[in-house]
Nanobody
Framework: QVQLRESGGRSVQAGGSLTLVCSAS????????TAWFRQVPGKEREFVAG????????LYADSVKGRFTISRDDDKNTVALEMNNLELEDTAIYYC???????????????????WGQGTQVTVSS
């Protein structure tokens, strides 16, 4: 089983930038699709960005396209989420998630991801 840990969350002003990092340990990382989700109290967990295994496709929520970039380093077993031009609406707990089935593609449904980190808080203020 894989363990995921997010880091990098903090408070930032609107228009600023932040990079989150998800570190994986345990089961091999390179054949899995990983994604970032976010959640605010009272709302469902929302897909943010995902990247398929290898040099595969990336997928972004419309709300973050052009502002966020997901990348992965399979040698280091990390997935990063670079966030630019942050908006107040980006405030949330951000979670890293991974699909267990090898070679599975990236999807937006959180129910298709079996492994999750504990989350890291991102707060954007005016």
């Amino acid at each position: 089983q894989v363990q995921l840990r997010e880091s990098g969350g903090r408070s930032v002003q609107a228009g600023g930038s932040l990079t989150l990092v998800c570190s994986a340990s345990g089961r091999t990382f390179s054949s899995a699709s990983t994604a970032w989700f976010r959640q605010v109290p009272g709302k469902e967990r929302e897909f943010v960005a995902g990247k398929r295994w290898g040099a595969g496709m990336t997928l972004y929520a419309d709300s973050v396209k052009g502002r966020f970039t997901i990348s992965r380093d399979d040698d280091k077993n990390t997935v990063a989420l670079e966030m630019n031009n942050l908006e107040l609406e980006d405030t949330a707990i951000y979670y890293c998630a991974q699909r267990r089935r090898r070679w599975a593609t990236v999807v937006m449904n959180p129910d298709d991801y079996e492994d999750w980190g504990q989350g890291t808080q991102v707060t954007v203020s005016s």
